[in-house]
Nanobody, 124 residues
C-alpha cells in the first residue's frame, strides 16, 4: 500500500508557472512507474504525463508537450510536474498515480494508487 499526497496547486495568471509535487509514504516510489492526470469540471479525467521507475523515459499529452515537464527524485520519494506557459484550459484538479506493471501509460484504469488531487486555476 502506498499513500500519495499532491501539493503545489494554486491560482496563477495565464503565462505563469507552477510546480506540483507528489510525495509518497508507505512504500518506496522506485517500485512504480507513475503519472499525472487532470480533471476539469464536467470533463473526464485525462492523461497529462508519465514517467518510468528510473525517470529515464517520459511521455506527455499533446496538449502539454513543450510546456510541462515531469520528473522524479526517488531519494525523496517524490514526483514533480513543472508547468510553464499555463493557459486557462489547464485549469483542473491534478492527480498523481502509480501505474500497474505493463499497464497503458495513458489509461487511468491502469493506475491503481491515487492522491487526493490539487487544484490548479489559471486566470485569463
Amino acid at each position: 500500500q502506498v499513500q500519495l499526497v499532491e501539493s503545489g496547486g494554486g491560482l496563477v495568471q495565464a503565462g505563469g508557472s507552477l510546480r506540483l509535487s507528489c510525495t509518497a509514504s508507505g512504500r518506496t516510489l522506485t517500485t512504480y512507474a507513475m503519472g499525472w492526470f487532470r480533471q476539469a469540471p464536467g470533463k473526464e479525467r485525462e492523461f497529462v504525463a508519465a514517467i518510468t521507475r528510473s525517470g529515464g523515459y517520459t511521455d506527455y499529452a499533446d496538449s502539454v508537450k513543450g510546456r510541462f515537464t515531469i520528473s522524479r527524485d526517488n531519494a525523496k520519494n517524490t514526483m514533480y510536474l513543472q508547468m510553464s506557459t499555463l493557459k486557462p484550459e489547464d485549469t483542473a484538479v491534478y492527480y498523481c498515480a502509480t501505474r500497474r506493471p505493463f499497464g497503458s501509460v495513458t489509461r487511468s484504469s491502469d493506475y491503481d494508487y491515487w492522491g487526493q488531487g490539487t487544484q490548479v486555476t489559471v486566470s485569463s
